[in-house]
């Protein structure tokens, strides 16, 4: 038997967070906890493909492309995590560069020394787009809509919806969402 019963969980907020949600909350009509559950919810959705142990190399890199700059700040992610994160596991098919996890890395904190590193990669995609842009779709090229794997850039800009097989891109509950 599934317990679906909801359960309290305590958490630290600073007082301006806990002012902006009560504001939030007030103008919807609905409860601080309705606030906060949609944010969780959000996040989770967001972040699904991590907490899929079976979400391995390449399927991760539009996780932390479109989470951008935010999530590596806030937890503090170097390269070395980082890498470990997401090729923990990969076949040698599905793992990502270390000079591209070294990208990701550094759009987080250093924007003008990736933007310049993308530069030296070769990549036409380092231009006057800005880093989040650019280093989104390099990736993206790289390793999500790889020629002769899956669906093409063009199919999938077409508006066909569909993804390459075992992608996850953008807001989803887990792998292939």
């Known amino acids: 038997m599934i317990d679906n019963r909801?359960?309290?969980?305590?958490?630290?907020?600073?007082?301006?967070?806990?002012?902006?949600?009560?504001?939030?909350?007030?103008?919807?009509g609905v409860?601080?906890?309705?606030?906060?559950?949609?944010?969780?919810?959000?996040?989770?959705?967001?972040l699904g493909p991590l907490y899929d142990s079976q979400v391995?190399?390449?399927?991760?890199?539009?996780?932390?492309?479109?989470?951008?700059?935010?999530?590596?700040?806030?937890?503090?992610?170097?390269?070395?995590?980082?890498?470990?994160i997401i090729n923990d596991g990969a076949d040698g098919e599905q793992e990502v560069s270390g000079d591209d996890i070294a990208l990701i890395a550094m759009s987080g904190v250093q924007e003008n020394y990736a933007l310049l590193k993308l530069s030296?990669?070769?990549?036409?995609?380092?231009?006057?787009?800005?880093?989040?842009?650019?280093?989104?779709?390099?990736?993206y090229d790289k390793y999500v809509y790889r020629p002769g794997v899956g669906d093409t850039r063009e199919a999938a800009a077409a508006g066909n919806g569909s993804q390459p097989a075992g992608v996850t891109v953008g807001v989803g509950g887990g792998a292939g969402s």
């Open 6 to 28: 909801k359960q309290a969980v305590s958490i630290r907020m600073a007082t301006a967070d806990i002012r902006k949600v009560k504001k939030l909350a007030s103008r919807l």
């Open 31 to 46: 409860r601080d906890s309705d606030v906060i559950r949609f944010a969780v919810k959000s996040m989770l959705a967001r």
């Open 56 to 84: 391995r190399g390449r399927s991760l890199v539009p996780v932390f492309v479109e989470s951008g700059s935010e999530l590596l700040r806030f937890f503090d992610l170097d390269a070395a995590r980082l890498d470990d």
């Open 120 to 139: 030296a990669l070769g990549s036409s995609h380092a231009d006057e787009q800005g880093l989040s842009q650019s280093l989104r779709s390099y990736l």
